[in-house]
Structure formats: structure tokens, C-alpha cells
């Protein structure tokens, strides 16, 4: 599989005290984490696993090359 990259928003949830990332170009997927570099993984993470089940839906030529 090829590198991609997707720009990854990061904010502070004052309501839940946590940290949560949005990926605008994955239909907003979202993870959280109680640290930044939590919340970072859990988005690293979560992006291979969307890449992964478009790529067996073959969907993954439809999505951004960003």
C-alpha cells in the first residue's frame, strides 16, 4: 500500500477530559485518547484499519490522495 497522508484535527473535549481527532477525509472518523500522543495513535490506528476495509471493499481507489 502506498503512503497517504490526511490532515488530522485535534481538540480538547472539556466535557469528557479527553483529546479527540477528527479525519475530514474519511467520512470524519474520530478516535480519542486521555493524552495527545494517545489520541494520535488511536487515529494511526484507526486510518490503517479504514484503509484496510476499503481496500478489501475495493473502495480505495475512490478516496483522496491527499
Not at 502506498?2 to 488530522?8: E, G
Not at 494520535?40 to 476499503?54: F, K, Q, S, W
Not at 478489501?56 to 490522495?65: D, I, Q, V
Amino acid at each position: 500500500m502506498s503512503t497517504r497522508r490526511f490532515k488530522v484535527l485535534l481538540e480538547w473535549d472539556p466535557e469528557s477530559q479527553a483529546w479527540v481527532t477528527y479525519v475530514p477525509a474519511l467520512d470524519h472518523l474520530s478516535t480519542f485518547g486521555d493524552t495527545r500522543d494517545e489520541a494520535l495513535d488511536n487515529t494511526r490506528e484507526a486510518i490503517l484499519g479504514y484503509l484496510e476495509a476499503a481496500e478489501n471493499e475495493g473502495a480505495l481507489s475512490r478516496l483522496p490522495r491527499s
